[in-house]
C-alpha cells in the first residue's frame, strides 16, 4: 500500500517544481492580501519599529518568486548568537512563555528580533501570531496585519520557516501553512509553494491531526499545481487509510477536502465509515456533519436520521449560528425532517424575546425555503410586528412579507392586525422603495388578500421602470379583478405588462386527464374542460354544480394540507367565480391502479354517492 501510495504522489507532483510559469515572479505579500487603500485610514507606528530599523541591515523580499535566493546571513551579526540567546531565555519553555504573553503579531516578531528561533520554534511563531489575530475585530486585525508586514522581522521569520521546512516535524508544518495562510502570506508566494511540496513529500508521515490541519488549509487555498498534487495525494492516503480513522472531527474534514469531486464509490466507504462511528459523535459532529454532507453534495438519509435524531434530544443547547447552518445545510440536501423543523420552530419561538429581529428572520426565512410551515413561530412574530412595526427596517419587511406570502399566513382571529401593522411600516419606507422593491411588496400583499391603496398607487407611477416581471404582475392584475378591493380609485395594470396569454397547453398530467375523464364517461350532463394544471368539471344534479380539480403536487407546506401561497390565491379566486376545489396530490395517486384512481377520484368529486372513508379523504384534499 506504501509503495502505491509513493508511486501515486510522485506521478502526482511531478508538474509541480518550484519554477511555475503560472505563479507571480515579483510580486510582494503586501500586494495580494491585503490592499494599501484598506488600511488608509488606520495605519500606525509601534516604539518596535525604531528598533528594528536599527537592528536590520537589509529586508530580504524571499517570498517573491524571481530567482532562487541565497541564504543572506549577513544580518545575523545584528542578532544574539544561540548562545547568548540561550543564557537570556535559558530554556525553550522560557521563550514559550513569552511568546504566550504577545498580544498581537508584531509582538511575536519583536521576540525573533532580539532572538534565534529554532526550527520548531519558527512554527510556534507562526501559530501565535494567527492566534493573536482571531478575536480581534476586522478594523483591530487589519490595523495589526498591516504592521506585520510592514514589520522588517517578519521577511527574516519567513526566510527561516522556508529554509527550516525540510527540517520541520509534520504537525509543524500543517501549523505553519496554515498559520501563514490565515495570515494572508499569497498562496503562490514561495514560501507557501515550498510548504505544499514539502507536505507532498512527507504525506505518508502526517497523522490524522495533520491530514485534518491540511485539509482545512487546503480548503482555503488558490488552485496550482502544487496545491492540486496535494489533494489528489491526500485523496490516496484518505481512501488506503480511512478503516484506520478513529477521529469523527479528523474524518469530517477528510470529507470536506474530498467535496463534491470525490467519486461516488468513495463517498459510499466515507458513509459507511461516517455510520460505523455515530456511537462517537458529540453534538457538534452531528451539526458539522449535515454540512459536510451538504460541502459534499451527498445525501445520505440514515446518515441525516441519526444526526436529527440527536439534535433534537439537545435542541436547546445549540448557538443561533449552527442551528440556522443545519437548515441551510437541509436545503442544500433536500432533506426534511418534521420533528427535527418542529422542534427548531418551537425553540426559535422561546426566544423571541432574547435574539435580535434579524435572526428571527433569517429562521423565518430558512423555514420558508424548506416549504415549512412554523406555527409556532410565525404567530409568535406576527405579535411581535403587530406590537412594534417600526423596529422593522426595509429589508425586514420585505422578508417577511415574502416568508408569510409564501406560507399562507391564516392565524385568522390577529391576520388583520397584522397585515395593517405590516402596511403602516410599508407606507413609512414609500419615498425610499425603488419600483421593483414596490412590485414584491405589492405582490406579496396581494397574495394575502391585502390591499393598502397607497402602495398600490405609488405603484402605478413606478410602473414604467419595470419590465420582465410578467409574472407578479399577472398575479397583481388577477388580485384586482377578482377579489375586488375597495379603493379610492379603480386601479389596473396596464396590458403592456402582463405579458402574452398563455399558449393551450396539453393535458397536465395524462394518467390525470384518462382517470377524471374515466370517472365522467357515466355520469350525464357533465362536462370535462381542461386548462394547464386546473381542469374544470361541470355538473348538473339537483342543481348546477362546478368543481375544479386542482393538480397540486409540492404545493403545501411541508408535512401538512396547508396550501402555499400561488395555489391558496388560485383556490380563493376559483371560490369566488363560484367552483367548489378539489385538490389532487401526485404521490398519493400514481401508486394506485387506473381502477382504483378512478374510484377515489370519483369518491372526490362525488363524495355523496360514497361512504365515509373517502369523505375523510375529501376533506384531507379538498379546499
Not at 478594523?139 to 522556508?162: S, T, Y
Not at 458513509?271 to 460505523?276: I, W
Request: with cysteine; aromatic share 8%; hydrophobic share 40%.
Amino acid at each position: 500500500c506504501g509503495n502505491v501510495l509513493r508511486r501515486g504522489l510522485l506521478f502526482c507532483s511531478r508538474g509541480s517544481v518550484l519554477q511555475q510559469r503560472a505563479v507571480p515572479l515579483t510580486q510582494s505579500v503586501k500586494d495580494f492580501n491585503l490592499p494599501r487603500q484598506q488600511f488608509s485610514e488606520i495605519r500606525g507606528t509601534r516604539r518596535s519599529q525604531t528598533c528594528l530599523a536599527r537592528n536590520v541591515v537589509r529586508p530580504v523580499r524571499f517570498y517573491s518568486q524571481d530567482r532562487i535566493h541565497s541564504e543572506d546571513r549577513g544580518e545575523e551579526e545584528h542578532r544574539l548568537s544561540p548562545l547568548a540567546a540561550a543564557a537570556q531565555l535559558q530554556s525553550s519553555s522560557a521563550f514559550l512563555e513569552r511568546l504566550r504573553l504577545c498580544g498581537s503579531p508584531s509582538d511575536v516578531l519583536d521576540i525573533t528580533c532580539h532572538y534565534l528561533p529554532t526550527v520548531r520554534q519558527v512554527s510556534n511563531c507562526l501559530t501565535q501570531m494567527w492566534s493573536t489575530t482571531k478575536k480581534m475585530s476586522d478594523e483591530q486585525r487589519l490595523h495589526e496585519l498591516r504592521l506585520m508586514f510592514d514589520h522588517p522581522a517578519f521577511d527574516r521569520l519567513l526566510q527561516d520557516a522556508m529554509n527550516g521546512a525540510t527540517r520541520m516535524r509534520t504537525d509543524d508544518i500543517a501549523y505553519s501553512l496554515i498559520a501563514m495562510v490565515k495570515l494572508g502570506v499569497p498562496h503562490r508566494s514561495r514560501v507557501v509553494q515550498t510548504y505544499l511540496r514539502h507536505c507532498q513529500g512527507k504525506l505518508n508521515d502526517f497523522d490524522e491531526k495533520g491530514l485534518s490541519i491540511l485539509a482545512s488549509c487546503l480548503a482555503q487555498i488558490e488552485d496550482s499545481p502544487n496545491a492540486a498534487a496535494l489533494k489528489e495525494g491526500m485523496r490516496l492516503v484518505v481512501e488506503a487509510r480511512l478503516p484506520k480513522i478513529k477521529n469523527v472531527l479528523a474524518l469530517q474534514t477528510m470529507m470536506r477536502l474530498l467535496g463534491k469531486d470525490a467519486p461516488l464509490d468513495l463517498k459510499r466507504k466515507l458513509e459507511g465509515k461516517a455510520l460505523s462511528m455515530t456511537d462517537q459523535f458529540s453534538l457538534p459532529n452531528t451539526q458539522y456533519m449535515i454540512s459536510t454532507m451538504a460541502t459534499m453534495g451527498f445525501y445520505s438519509k440514515p446518515l441525516l436520521d441519526i444526526c436529527s435524531e440527536k439534535i433534537k434530544e439537545n435542541i436547546y443547547g445549540i448557538p443561533f449560528n449552527r442551528l440556522l447552518t443545519v437548515l441551510r445545510s437541509c436545503r442544500e440536501l433536500h432533506y426534511r425532517d418534521l420533528g427535527l423543523l418542529t422542534d427548531i420552530s418551537d425553540y426559535v419561538a422561546s426566544m423571541i424575546d432574547i435574539w435580535s429581529n434579524k435572526q428571527l428572520i433569517l429562521f423565518l426565512s430558512a423555514l420558508e425555503n424548506l416549504a415549512f410551515y412554523p406555527a409556532t413561530l410565525i404567530e409568535a412574530y406576527a405579535e411581535k410586528v403587530i406590537t412594534n412595526p417600526d423596529a422593522l427596517t426595509l429589508k425586514d419587511i420585505l422578508c417577511v412579507l415574502k416568508v408569510y406570502s409564501s406560507l399562507n399566513y391564516d392565524v385568522q382571529h390577529q391576520r388583520q392586525q397584522f397585515l395593517d401593522s405590516l402596511s403602516r411600516a410599508v407606507d413609512s419606507y414609500l419615498p425610499k422603495m425603488t419600483g421593483f422593491e414596490l412590485l414584491k411588496t405589492i405582490y406579496h400583499l396581494c397574495v394575502l388578500g391585502h390591499f393598502p391603496p397607497a402602495p398600490l398607487q405609488q405603484l402605478l407611477v413606478a410602473l414604467r421602470f419595470l419590465h420582465n416581471q410578467e409574472r407578479m404582475f399577472q398575479t397583481v392584475d388577477l388580485c384586482l379583478h377578482l377579489d375586488r378591493p375597495p379603493l379610492p380609485i379603480p386601479l389596473t395594470v396596464p396590458s403592456c405588462l402582463l405579458g402574452d396569454a398563455a399558449p393551450a397547453s396539453p393535458p397536465a398530467r395524462p394518467w390525470l386527464s384518462q382517470s377524471l375523464r374515466r370517472v365522467l364517461e357515466d355520469q350525464a350532463d357533465t362536462m370535462l374542460q381542461e386548462i394547464c394544471y386546473l381542469f374544470n368539471v361541470d355538473t348538473v344534479f339537483s342543481s348546477f354544480t362546478r368543481i375544479a380539480v386542482i393538480y397540486a403536487a409540492h404545493a403545501f407546506c411541508y408535512g401538512t394540507s396547508h396550501p402555499r401561497g400561488p395555489l391558496a390565491v388560485k383556490i380563493r379566486h376559483l371560490k369566488i367565480l363560484g367552483y367548489d376545489g378539489v385538490l389532487v396530490l401526485d404521490q398519493e395517486l400514481l401508486s394506485m391502479s387506473e381502477p382504483k384512481r378512478a374510484e377515489f377520484l370519483r369518491g372526490c368529486i362525488f363524495p355523496e354517492h360514497h361512504g365515509s372513508d373517502t369523505q375523510a379523504k375529501t376533506e384531507l384534499l379538498g379546499s
